[in-house]
């Protein structure tokens, strides 16, 4: 029993967002690993231009409001916080996919080739 999660909420929330994620790439066409590291690519791009475009949003509020300057800033950071906590996740479920679904794919070719060379 895993005392972070005694009852396992976050283990099966976990298991049910990859199961959503897997099944949005197959829908997509991701069949390959190289289609697979160009969505982690852009999930790491958009967090990061998720995080310049709150701190500009947080730049502007204290640019103009600086009596909430401190409630931005808090603001701006659980935000940024989150969105890079949910980047994170979804690439780890991309690379999990790679590794589940994408590279048996890839030993089973090297097995073909092993057995044709014989």
Avoid at 61 to 66: D, W, Y
Wanted: net charge positive; aromatic share 10%; charged share 25%.
């Amino acid at each position: 029993m895993d005392l972070s999660d005694p009852f396992g909420r976050m283990k099966h929330k976990r298991a049910r967002e990859y199961e959503a994620l897997r099944q949005t790439l197959q829908n997509a066409g991701i069949n390959d690993r190289s289609a697979a590291l160009v969505v982690m690519a852009r999930i790491r791009q958009r967090a990061i231009y998720y995080a310049l475009f709150l701190l500009v949003m947080v730049g502007v509020v204290a640019q103009f409001f600086p009596q909430v300057l401190g409630l931005a800033v808090v603001f701006g950071v659980v935000l940024v916080l989150w969105g890079l906590s949910s980047a994170r996740n979804g690439q780890s479920y991309v690379a999990r996919y790679i590794r589940e679904e994408l590279q048996p794919e890839a030993s089973q070719i090297d097995e073909k080739k092993a057995k044709s060379s014989e």
